[in-house]
């Protein structure tokens, strides 16, 4: 009996480029139903699994080890868990794999693993035999991304090993000064990468689903030399490196009420940190206009990405989520429900520099308040 390869396309992009919001778009059309999904986030707490809406939870996996350095172990970990899970029955049938990466990931090491002759090990084996490396599908965000790609190795790493690459925010370019910078970006990718189709996000939809659909073999003699020399290699950019530190940083402080904050950082890289950021209690609409003021007035270049999930005391069963990338805040939105029974307010920010523990004080504000009403009531009793 012949054993039907399932292919995996990696979708990768630099932060804020916009993958999150292409797979919810990819979950949410009927072709895509039997589609399993590995997201690979950054740190402990999974905001961008409750991020993608509307589709089946027992076939999305998230993975929080470092795909880029632990490429060998964790992707083909994930892979062998899945097919585990699906021999076992635990999970539905899938025809096909997305990996949706962090965006500070290098995919040399993973494109590398997946492509490398198994190893003796029981795993490598059944991965080899179960999966076949599709297509890279990368996301390049036409606002940030050409500063991104002159300062981020990842990001050049991202287009150059790309068979197609998907222009995101080309809505917001209206001008036409923006319009001849969209076509001097388009020649900058092409240059770098000549043998990859270049698509545009608003305008291209039913070109980008249908490449994913179809079944064909990742084929490295589409790339440049320099993609061919960084898998043959089997290369992590310098800057990225392998002292790439995992550490958590535990603040706890309760107040009246049982209000608890959680703070984790990791870093990545020399000066590229991920903190986190979980509130137990609801924030209060006032505080939460503050946190925005104090995102307005801190953020900036040194904000490479922010995502999170808001419980408002007004309205706490309806969450608000809120995007960031540099100095664009994304307009608001809220969801009709929370995605899944976790109903805490959760921040996710990478960048340099960042004064975590100013945004941390905003949001303890509303506990400090609550403790002075408290004890005001008290008094007066």
């Given at each position: 009996?012949?054993?039907?390869v399932?292919?995996?396309?990696i ?11 292409a ?15 590995l997201?690979?986030e950054f ?6 699994h ?8 027992e076939?999305?996996?998230?993975t929080?080890?470092c ?8 992707i083909?970990?994930s ?5 585990r899970?699906?021999k ?16 500070l990931?290098d995919p ?7 492509l490398?002759?198994p ?14 490396l599709?297509?890279?599908?990368t996301v390049f965000?036409i ?6 790609l ?12 790309a068979?197609?690459?998907v222009?995101?925010k080309t809505?917001?370019?209206q ?15 092409n ?5 990859a189709e270049?698509?545009d ?9 249908s ?19 960084w898998?043959?290699e ?11 530190d995992h ?14 904050s ?6 990545h ?7 986190v950021?979980v509130?137990?209690?609801p924030?209060?609409p ?9 995102l307005?007035l801190a953020a900036g270049?040194?904000l ?9 005391s007004?309205?706490?069963d309806r969450?608000v989520?809120?995007?960031g990338?540099?100095?664009l ?9 929370w995605?899944?029974?976790?109903k805490r307010?959760?921040?996710?920010m990478?960048?340099?520099?960042l ?11 509303q ?9 005001a009531e008290?008094?007066?009793?």
């Amino acid at each position: 009996m012949t054993v039907s390869v399932i292919p995996v396309t990696i979708l990768t992009g630099f932060l804020g480029a916009g993958k999150t919001t292409a797979l919810n778009a990819l979950l949410c059309d009927p072709a895509f139903a039997e589609t399993a999904v590995l997201i690979n986030e950054f740190g402990d707490v999974q905001v961008d699994h409750d991020l993608v809406a509307e589709f089946s939870d027992e076939l999305i996996m998230t993975t929080t080890g470092c795909l880029c350095c632990t490429a060998s172990s964790d992707i083909k970990q994930s892979l062998f868990e899945l097919w585990r899970k699906r021999k076992d029955r635990e999970i539905g049938p899938f025809k096909r794999v997305i990996v949706e990466t962090t965006g500070l990931m290098d995919p040399v090491p993973v494109i590398t693993s997946l492509l490398a002759p198994p190893s003796a090990s029981m795993i490598d084996r059944i991965v080899s035999q179960q999966f076949a490396l599709s297509k890279v599908i990368t996301v390049f965000d036409i606002i940030n991304g050409p500063m991104t790609l002159d300062h981020h190795p990842e990001a050049l790493q991202q287009v150059a090993l790309a068979d197609v690459i998907v222009m995101t925010k080309t809505d917001l370019a209206q001008d036409p000064a923006t319009q001849r910078d969209i076509l001097a970006d388009r020649k900058r990718l092409n240059t770098i990468n000549a043998g990859a189709e270049i698509l545009d996000r608003q305008t291209d939809w039913p070109s980008i689903s249908s490449h994913i659909l179809a079944s064909r073999t990742y084929d490295l003699r589409t790339k440049g030399e320099d993609a061919a020399a960084w898998l043959a290699e089997g290369k992590i950019s310098a800057s990225h490196g392998h002292n790439h530190d995992h550490h958590d940083s535990h603040n706890h402080t309760h107040h009246h009420h049982h209000g608890h904050s959680h703070t984790d950082t990791n870093r990545h890289g020399d000066d590229i940190f991920s903190h986190v950021i979980v509130l137990d209690e609801p924030v209060s609409p006032l505080v939460f206009h503050m946190f925005l003021e104090t995102l307005r007035l801190a953020a900036g270049t040194d904000l490479l990405r922010l995502k999170a999930l808001f419980a408002l005391s007004d309205d706490p069963d309806r969450p608000v989520v809120l995007h960031g990338v540099q100095h664009l805040i994304h307009p608001i939105d809220k969801l009709e429900r929370w995605p899944t029974d976790d109903k805490r307010t959760k921040i996710v920010m990478i960048g340099r520099n960042l004064k975590i523990d100013m945004f941390r004080d905003v949001l303890q504000a509303q506990s400090a308040d609550r403790r002075k009403l408290h004890a005001a009531e008290n008094a007066t009793t």
